[in-house]
């Protein structure tokens, strides 16, 4: 069975940092686009931030941009999502995702195939 695996979450101050990281099992990643998505309380979920099947393309939401950074690893199959200067606002669970129809990574989670069980991130004022 093909799954996706989350780590990293945890509680942290606000200004903060937490390293993310997405891994599977079953099956290998490296030639499909990856993205990150959360889900507040009481909100939909929303998109974070995707990168491409090759790591060389890469887009975030307003809300994260210039302190979240996704990344893949070296063999491409495990992706990272970097967040620093945490806000209380980014509290949310925060879902991996794999796409295998978009090459430069979406935006939209219509166009992911499958889905990690997330991994809570708090952050406290």
């Known amino acids: 069975q093909v799954q996706l695996v989350e780590s990293g979450g945890g509680l942290v101050q606000a200004g903060g940092s937490l390293r993310l990281s997405c891994a599977p099992s079953?099956?290998?990643?490296?030639?499909?686009?990856m993205g990150w998505f959360r889900r507040a309380p009481g909100k939909e979920r929303e998109f974070v931030a995707t990168?491409?099947?090759?790591?060389?393309?890469?887009n975030y939401a307003d809300s994260v941009k210039g302190r979240f950074t996704i990344s893949r690893g070296n063999a491409k199959n495990t992706v990272y999502l970097q967040m620093n200067s945490l806000k209380p606002e980014d509290t949310a669970v925060y879902y991996c995702?794999?796409?295998?129809?978009?090459?430069?990574?979406?935006?939209?989670?219509?166009?992911?195939?499958?889905w990690g069980q997330g991994t809570q991130v708090t952050v406290s004022s």
């Open positions: 995702a794999a796409s295998t129809t978009a090459m430069y990574g979406t935006t939209l989670s219509t166009d992911y195939r499958y």
């Open positions: 990168i491409s099947r090759s790591g060389l393309s890469t």
């Open positions: 079953g099956r290998t990643f490296n030639n499909y686009s």
